[in-house]
């Protein structure tokens, strides 16, 4: 089968697996991500079919909808892409950049620091592709979707940011989504792979920081 056939097939089913998920993970976010996945990818030396799999595939199963279950995406993109007969050797890859590409999985485990255990281009291209989505307009948007979602409150001024949290504490986390922007969104800048992706997290971080401004103010009741 040839890549565009491959491609095609995996965009229809993701799009079916995905209806009627949470707005912030849904077939639009993929798209997103994918489409982002092949704007830095004209920088970068990668294997074009590998990082169209990873954007597609990355967020199949999102563990935060499977109390926190991270064998459920990999296990059903390696099952979809077994079944129309990609290369074993591709499956492997994209599965990694699955396991690897969230922001939890840079964070210590307990008390102890993660071992990076993988990493390629094309991990990282999908990884900044991902955090792109993550930040900006779309990334504001997306964090009030996903807290509205899960009935937290926007803001409460008496619940400090957590700033050095585990990955356990955070997969747990039930904060207000103003602190949300502190716990990730606001650091995702510092951690972009890729020179395109740099520059671009550069433009939507400062848009973040304009919406924040503008939100104390009016929490606050100043001009």
Known sequence: MINSDIIAKTKAFVQKTLEGAEGGHDWFHIERVYNNTMLLAKNEDVDPLIVALGALLH???DAKFYNGDETVGPRMATEFLESIEVDAEIIDHVVKIINNISFKSSLKVDDQ???KLFTSIELQVVQDADRLDAIGAIGVARAFNYGGFKNREMYNPAIA???NMTKEEYKKSSAPTINHFYEKLLLLKDKMN?????K???QRHSYMETFLEQFYNEWNGKE
Do not use: V
């Not at 890729?194 to 740099?198: A, L, M, N, Y």
């Open 194 to 198: 890729t020179k395109t992706g740099i």
């Open 200 to 202: 671009l997290a550069a």
């Open 161 to 163: 940011p957590n700033l």
């Open 113 to 115: 620091n993660t071992t």
């Open 59 to 61: 967020d199949i199963a």
